[in-house]
């Protein structure tokens, strides 16, 4: 069900899902103000996009023994550089301007990936994890889930350098309009 909420509603839980465990040995930074965005998504749905994103981070952390570092981020679009705030050919934001979104940051330290395996992240049934790990469907869905709000994910990420997943969405809190 898709209502408008603020995003940082959905940062207290999600780290508590993932739960102590999973999250065992990983130095999280997590940075969130509240009641400072609305966006129009369904909660749970968003949820489940960041689990994923968190798991997948995890996952690519495992075999970095120098220290695991995961940044769990809500910004605005405003603080991310020009040359990663790139609308996608295709999506209609309406004349929308880079303060009119919001940021989901997911980073991590972990094995990053090369300029082929980022091609084809967001492709269903995508996956190099060992035969029966993982579905592939993670950020397939996520793509599903946040451009139907409106929005995109970036990612930005090199071979051994970790990666960092953006996920932009509009931010909807404006004065209302009488007509
Ligand atoms: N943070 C990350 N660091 C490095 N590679 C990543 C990261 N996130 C995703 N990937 C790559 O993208 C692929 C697809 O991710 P996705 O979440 O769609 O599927 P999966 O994690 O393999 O399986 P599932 O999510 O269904 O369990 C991964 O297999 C991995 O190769
Ligand atoms: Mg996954």
Same mark, same amino acid.
């Given at each position: 069900?898709?209502?408008?909420?603020?995003?940082?509603?959905?940062?207290?839980?999600? #780290?508590?899902?993932?739960?102590?465990?999973?999250? &065992?040995?990983?130095?999280?930074?997590? =940075?969130?103000?509240?009641? +400072?965005?609305?966006?129009?998504?369904?909660?749970?749905?968003?949820?489940?996009?960041?689990? +994923?994103? *968190?798991?997948?981070?995890?996952?690519?952390?495992?075999? +970095?023994?120098?220290?695991?570092?995961?940044?769990? %981020?809500?910004?605005?679009?405003?603080? =991310?550089?020009?040359?990663?705030? =790139?609308?996608?050919?295709? #999506?209609?934001?309406?004349?929308?301007?880079?303060?009119?979104?919001?940021?989901?940051?997911?980073?991590?330290?972990?094995?990053?990936?090369?300029?082929?395996?980022?091609?084809? *992240?967001?492709?269903? @049934?995508?996956?190099?994890?060992?035969?029966?790990?993982? &579905?592939?469907?993670?950020? &397939?869905?996520? %793509?599903?889930?946040?451009?139907?709000?409106?929005?995109?994910?970036?990612?930005?990420?090199? /071979?051994?350098?970790?990666?960092? @997943?953006?996920?932009? #969405?509009?931010?909807?809190?404006? /004065?209302?309009?009488?007509?």
């Amino acid at each position: 069900m898709e209502t408008d909420f603020d995003p940082a509603k959905l940062f207290k839980g999600t #780290l508590d899902l993932i739960g102590p465990k999973k999250l &065992s040995g990983v130095e999280v930074d997590c =940075v969130y103000a509240e009641n +400072n965005f609305m966006i129009h998504c369904d909660q749970l749905q968003l949820q489940q996009v960041l689990i +994923n994103m *968190i798991i997948n981070a995890i996952y690519a952390m495992e075999r +970095n023994e120098a220290g695991k570092k995961l940044g769990f %981020y809500l910004i605005s679009a405003a603080q =991310v550089p020009d040359d990663l705030f =790139v609308i996608p050919a295709g #999506l209609n934001v309406r004349g929308k301007a880079k303060g009119d979104f919001c940021c989901i940051v997911v980073k991590d330290n972990g094995s990053g990936m090369d300029q082929e395996t980022q091609a084809k *992240i967001f492709e269903p @049934f995508f996956t190099t994890k060992p035969q029966g790990e993982g &579905s592939g469907m993670g950020l &397939s869905m996520a %793509y599903g889930i946040v451009t139907n709000c409106g929005g995109w994910i970036a990612v930005e990420s090199s /071979p051994g350098k970790g990666s960092t @997943f953006r996920l932009f #969405l509009p931010d909807i809190k404006k /004065p209302k309009q009488n007509s």
